[in-house]
């Protein structure tokens, strides 16, 4: 049987010469949610994002068997 779990998150969109910056941000937020759910026999099943106005919706989905 298997366990499911959903971890979302928000990034805002800021003025900044840096045209990679939610990408940056994304990267460092995504690589700790994995650090710390793979440590609980979590496995990233799949994603899911979506934008509204200057902000970035982030959903990993994780399952692990129970």
Partial sequence: MKEYKVESF????????????????????????????SKEGWILASTDTTNFGAAVYYYLYFEREV
């Fill in 10 to 37: 928000i990034l805002y969109s800021k003025l900044t010469f840096d045209s990679k910056h939610i990408l940056k941000d994304s990267t460092k937020q995504i690589q700790s949610i994995l650090d710390t759910y």
